[in-house]
């Protein structure tokens, strides 16, 4: 499966962006989904993740109450809705389908990989 990311920009402290990930086929709804995010310098780190139905979610510790992640099945795609922004989430942000039906924190174990989108957040 190809998956497309984009949403990304240039933000403000404070700010919100939704960031979009779609895939190319329409067997989405058999892939737990994540989005990683990866500074300079730094290693590539899970932001949230979602299974495959939805049902159960994950989101990284500095993220919780600012990032929302979700999915539609029906329109193959999954988002990242990001609050507050502040200017440590400054980085590139990659989504990423593993094949089962939850989610993993290990980037190893995703099967595919978006291109990534860049994110910017001004002081």
């Known amino acids: 499966v190809q998956l497309q990311a984009s949403g990304g920009g240039l933000v403000q402290t404070g700010d919100s962006l939704r960031l979009s990930c779609a895939a190319s086929?329409?067997?989405?709804?058999?892939?737990?989904m994540g989005w990683f995010r990866q500074a300079p310098g730094k290693e590539r780190e899970l932001v949230a993740a979602i299974s495959r139905s939805g049902s159960s979610t994950y989101s990284l510790g500095s993220v919780k109450g600012r990032f929302t992640i979700s999915r539609d099945n029906a329109k193959n795609t999954v988002y990242l809705e990001m609050n507050s922004l502040k200017p440590e989430d400054t980085a590139v942000y990659y989504c990423?389908?593993?094949?089962?039906?939850?989610?993993?924190?290990?980037?190893?174990?995703?099967?595919?990989w978006g291109q990534g989108t860049l994110v910017t957040v001004s002081s």
């Open positions: 990423a389908a593993r094949d089962g039906i939850y989610y993993s924190v290990q980037a190893r174990e995703y099967d595919y």
């Open positions: 086929e329409g067997t989405f709804s058999r892939y737990a």
